[in-house]
T-cell receptor, first 113, second 116 residues
Framework: DQQVKQNSPSLSVQEGRISILNCDYT??????FLWYKKYPAEGPTFLIS?????DKNEDGRFTVFLNKSAKHLSLHIVPSQPGDSAVYFC????????????FGTGTRLQVTL | EAGVAQSPRYKIIEKRQSVAFWCNPI?????LYWYQQILGQGPKLLIQ????????DSQLPKDRFSAERLKGVDSTLKIQPAKLEDSAVYLC??????????????FGPGTRLTVL
């Protein structure tokens, strides 16, 4: 039962353009969402998060949007840079379950010159 | 600040053999997690420790997997006996004390296990 889904396994974007990564979830108990970034041979690193009481959170070039009614969130990267090329994981949790996270399958972003 | 350390980085074994992975979390981090990441999938939580107590091990295959965190610091994850489907990257993460530490799960580089 895949509770967090990232339906696009890969995405290619030109440098300077916007990258949009999508994530859907099925469990209505999730109230906290995060994006992690992973380079090869490294562990995931935290990128940005959003609580279910908000619909947008911005941090520099990264913005996460949450649509609770659609159970959908997206990560926008503007402008995209070659160093953003990595695998991005969406993760979700419930503040009542002691920080347990459920991860999506990841989207590999390639930013081309 | 030193990050989460894991060893070994790579391990190749034959099925039915045993294997152990070691994790040293960031100093002062009370919570430690072990995740399994199978190729093409996201990390799946196997076990979560708070200090030296188990908080969640609902997805740990207890017939073959075991984990301990003696003294509430470093941790060992063991597989005995290994199966082909255990081939994966095993990630250790830690987070500091606090009620909600979602943002602050720091991951180690992982151990890539190949079972032949």
């Amino acid at each position: 039962d895949q509770q967090v889904k990232q339906n696009s396994p890969s995405l290619s974007v030109q440098e300077g353009r916007i990258s949009i990564l999508n994530c859907d979830y099925t469990n209505s108990m999730f109230d906290y969402f995060l994006w992690y970034k992973k380079y090869p041979a490294e562990g995931p690193t935290f990128l940005i998060s959003i609580s279910s009481i908000k619909d947008k959170n911005e941090d520099g070039r990264f913005t996460v949007f949450l649509n609770k009614s659609a159970k959908h969130l997206s990560l926008h990267i503007v402008p995209s840079q070659p160093g953003d090329s990595a695998v991005y994981f969406c993760a979700a949790g419930n503040t009542g379950t002691a920080s347990k996270l459920t991860f999506g399958t990841g989207t590999r972003l390639q930013v081309t010159l | 600040e030193a990050g989460v350390a894991q060893s070994p980085r790579y391990k190749i074994i034959e099925k039915r053999q045993s294997v152990a992975f070691w994790c040293n979390p960031i100093s002062g981090h009370a919570t430690l997690y072990w995740y399994q990441q199978i190729l093409g999938q996201g990390p799946k939580l196997l076990i979560q420790f708070q200090n030296n107590g188990v908080v969640d091990d609902s997805q740990l295959p207890k017939d073959r997997f075991s984990a301990e965190r003696l003294k509430g610091v470093d941790s060992t994850l063991k597989i005995q006996p290994a199966k082909l489907e255990d081939s994966a990257v095993y990630l250790c993460a830690s987070s500091p004390p606090g009620p909600y530490s979602y943002n602050e799960q720091f991951f180690g580089p992982g151990t890539r296990l190949t079972v032949l």
